[in-house]
């Protein structure tokens, strides 16, 4: 018989429906979309009639955490809701099926894209980007980190100006255990110092990264044929004239966002006290060429979108699941420093 709540590691509890979804809602062949999971289907609520999107997931401990830290933050403004969960067997599998609601208005970008030239403002990528931030902050209040910040999970619900925007596919997202010791994992992935930054920092650094790919795509730099390298070396620079006559703020948020050093970069408070982000209104609204740049890029756009994906798997190093040195055996430098200074401080008192 099938257990009435899943527990996972993390504390975190599901508590899954377990009658038949098909009791509840008409499953159609309607695809909305494609992830690497599979495909997320159209259904009707049998009571109401009403649309939701639906993504089946194969019991792992991967789709627990997706589906347990998705739920847990599915009331928020700009985050993708949640409506329902079941956990069905189908031939002896067991799945989570999660009901969401549906987004009806497509994928950031393909709506910038479909905007008319010079209807597109530096005050509404502002709006765009205070929104995207505030889901962020509120993820990373709760001590997640999504870890999957991209374009492609950024949907509006509505096609027409009453849409929302909001940030969904939780697949990779992970609690940021706060306790965590400093300790040094035995490979330096990516640029991390992780003895600087400590594990919990370093998740949500990448999340303030992707969010600095995003400004920077959403300010209309050209696609082809230099994103791809920027993604993957970091150097982002601000060429005449798409940036000419962009905001200073603006670009000094940019190359916060972007910085290579993950101790250094921003975090989701300074982004969100930042007057480009906290005025948005504000902002002036000189026209960009996001649209036009998007629409030339057209082609060269997955590749960019690959680019992206491989830089976040890069940087998707799950320090509690490599191989971790203890911290009194291991010799760094820098965590020499550290000790001494500790030791100084322990002596000096
Ligand atoms: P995966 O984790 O397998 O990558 P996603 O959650 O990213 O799956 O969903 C894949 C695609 O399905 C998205 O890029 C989007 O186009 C579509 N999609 C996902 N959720 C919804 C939704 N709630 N409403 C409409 N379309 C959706």
Sequence with gaps: ????????????????????????????????????????????????????????????????REVALHWRVSGFRHIVSIIDVYKNSYNGNVCFLVVMECMRGGELFQRIQNQQTGAFTEREAAKIMQEICSAVKYLHDRNIAHRDLKPENLLYTLPDQNGVLKLTDFGFAKEVNVHATLETPCYTPYYVAPEVLGPEKYDKSCDIWSLGVIMYINHGQAISPGMKKRIRTGQFDFPDPEWSGVSKDARDLIRGMLCVNPAKRLDIDQVMCNQWIAKYGEVPETPLYTGKMLKEGEETWPEVQEEMMRSLATMRVDYDQVH???????SNALLDKRRKKNLMNVLKK
């Design 1 to 64: 018989m099938d257990e009435p709540s899943v527990r996972l590691s993390t504390g975190n509890i599901i508590y899954p429906k377990t009658n038949l979804i098909s009791d509840d809602y008409e499953i159609s062949n309607t695809v909305l979309g494609l992830g690497i999971n599979g495909k997320v289907l159209q259904c009707h609520n049998k009571d109401n009639g009403q649309v939701y999107a639906l993504k089946v997931l194969h019991d792992s401990l991967k789709a627990r």
């Design 324 to 330: 971790i040195k203890s911290l009194n055996n291991s």
